[in-house]
């Protein structure tokens, strides 16, 4: 039992460090917001949801919710911090349109958290309790990773890895392993199937960098320059030279446009609909299992 409690720190720890990586990933995107002053093509709809995932996590970390979490508290407790920042930057940027969007979706994403949290407080104890927390938070954890989609479907439609930095793809490999591998020492299903889920995405990335590796940008294949670095992260608004790729946008997008009235306005993604509605079959059957 040491040497698994032991390996249980480490894989945390290591999770925590891959997990800063992403959060401060788009740092790039908001270095250029910041200097043009101007949100510009930026889509801001996926930073309060990130948001909210970590919210959702870090609160599912607590020791009176889940035991043996702390470092899933740490790590989501920090993105929260850094990701209310980058909501800050962007409503301080953003055109009249944009801003009400994004504090619209921010509100929700405030409202959303209030519920949970105050429903596990006072209205669930013991295991229903600790079910609740981490089918909200695992569900957003699945969202938050299937966000690259979009960039993947880009890959292998061009057939160039231009905007699929390989550091990036290979720290959410990387990062969703660490806590798949750390779900699986402390048995609990809540972290290891949405991180297994984001392993499986991270190792798909790098297998597609692995076949497209020498071709890094064609000339004939040019997206608008103004998007290419939020590209980095697939939080791209479609323009009007560059319509929406119906075969992949983000599942940030997706689940967001079923569960939320900010999102009417999106374009339906009939590939990515059905990625998730699969693997939210296959997560919620599972834990059908466990907890019958």
Not at 15 to 21: H, I, M, V
Request: hydrophobic share 50%; charged share 10%.
């Amino acid at each position: 039992m040491g040497a698994i409690s032991i390996l249980h720190t480490v894989f945390g720890i290591f999770g925590d460090a891959t997990g800063l990586f992403l959060f401060l990933a788009p740092t790039i995107t908001f270095k250029r917001i910041v200097n043009n002053k101007s949100t510009q093509q930026f889509s801001g709809i996926p930073y309060p949801m990130t948001l909210l995932n970590c919210l959702l996590s870090a609160w599912y970390g607590l020791p009176f919710i889940s035991q043996n979490n702390t470092l899933v508290t740490v790590i989501n407790g920090t993105g929260a911090v850094i990701e209310s920042v980058y909501v800050l930057i962007f409503i301080l940027y953003a055109p009249k349109k944009e801003k009400a969007k994004v504090l619209g979706l921010l509100t929700f994403v405030l409202a959303a958290f209030s519920t949970v949290a105050l429903v596990s407080v006072f209205a669930l104890h013991g295991k229903t309790r600790r079910y609740f927390c981490g089918f909200a938070a695992a569900i957003f954890s699945v969202i938050m990773y299937g966000s690259p989609l979009s960039i993947m479907t880009t890959v292998i439609r061009t057939k160039s890895v231009e905007f699929m930095p390989f550091f990036l793809s290979l720290f959410v490999f990387l990062c969703g392993t660490s806590w798949f591998v750390f779900g699986l020492l402390g048995n609990d299903p809540f972290v290891y199937v949405c991180n297994g889920f984001g392993s499986v995405l991270g190792a798909l990335q790098l297998v597609l960098y692995a076949i497209y590796r020498k071709n890094k940008g064609q000339k004939d294949e040019k997206l608008p320059s103004e998007n290419e670095t939020a590209l980095e992260m697939g939080f791209v608004k479609p323009t009007a030279d560059q319509p929406p790729d119906n075969n992949g946008r983000s599942l940030f997008l997706v689940l967001g446009a079923n569960s939320c009235n900010v999102f009417k306005n999106l374009c339906p993604c009939d590939l990515a609909v059905k990625f998730a509605i699969i693997k939210f079959g296959h997560f919620l059957l599972y834990h059908q299992l466990v907890m019958s």
